[in-house]
């Protein structure tokens, strides 16, 4: 089965984005006094309780505005020629000395050929697709590229668990995840489509379940 996330969707990472990051400006006030009645020495044994509470509430907001500023994925980023199939070599390179419990390979497809793009943002879609791959129990991650008319085409294919029709219709929903609060944060394919939006491409997304998953990216020539 395959799904593409909608347009809609776009409208709603950005504004959880901007959300995120007004809030983040009124948390840091908050912190603020947490910190100032947490270490004062004339607080109150009464209010003890409250001021443990507030620094909770403070910590657990703080989290989610930090999930939050993980979709502001191209604020700063510009848009130049790289060649894919170069700038994959060296991320695959980088990432297998690492080595994680995910194997990535790479077959290079499209040799010489640039797409209008960011190596970090290029590296950042990549490696969130391993880090979901991860999760998904993958041993491998096999990175390919081809020509495709008017794009160059990245596959991120993994032998993981994969997903049955109802958890990939959600796949792109921001916060949807099937690992738990403290395995999955459910913003990984979300940043992809931010992603492959600000670069003007397009995106899909091809699972089963028992037969792993593959994400397809369609990158405008450079």
């Excluded at 001021?51 to 509430?57: F, H, K, P, R």
């Excluded at 190596?119 to 999760?135: D, I, K, P």
């Excluded at 999955?184 to 379940?209: P, Q, R």
Aim: charged share 25%; with cysteine.
């Amino acid at each position: 089965m395959k799904v593409a996330p909608s347009d809609e969707l776009m409208v709603r990472y950005a504004l959880l984005a901007k959300v995120g990051h007004d809030f983040n400006n009124v948390l840091a006030v908050s912190q603020s006094v947490a910190e100032g009645l947490d270490s004062s020495t004339e607080l109150p044994p009464s209010l003890r309780p409250e001021v443990d509470a507030l620094t909770a509430s403070v910590a657990s907001a703080t989290g989610w505005t930090h999930r939050l500023s993980r979709l502001r994925v191209t604020e700063g980023i510009t848009h130049d020629p790289v060649v894919l199939d170069d700038a994959l070599a060296a991320l695959v390179e980088k990432l297998a000395a690492e080595r994680g419990p995910v194997q990535p390979t790479l077959v290079g497809g499209a040799p010489g050929h640039t797409v209008r793009a960011s190596t970090a943002l290029l590296e950042r879609m990549v490696t969130e697709a391993l880090s979901n791959a991860q999760e998904a129990g993958a041993k491998l991650l096999r990175i390919a590229t081809a020509e495709d008319g008017k794009n160059l085409r990245l596959e991120l294919a993994d032998d993981g668990e994969g997903m049955a029709p109802a958890t990939l219709a959600q796949a792109f929903d921001p916060f949807f995840t099937t690992r738990g609060k403290k395995r999955g944060k459910g913003l990984g394919l979300c940043i992809v489509h931010v992603g492959i939006a600000t670069l003007g491409g397009d995106l899909e997304l091809d699972s089963a379940a028992g037969k792993g998953t593959t994400l397809r990216l369609w990158l405008p020539r450079g």
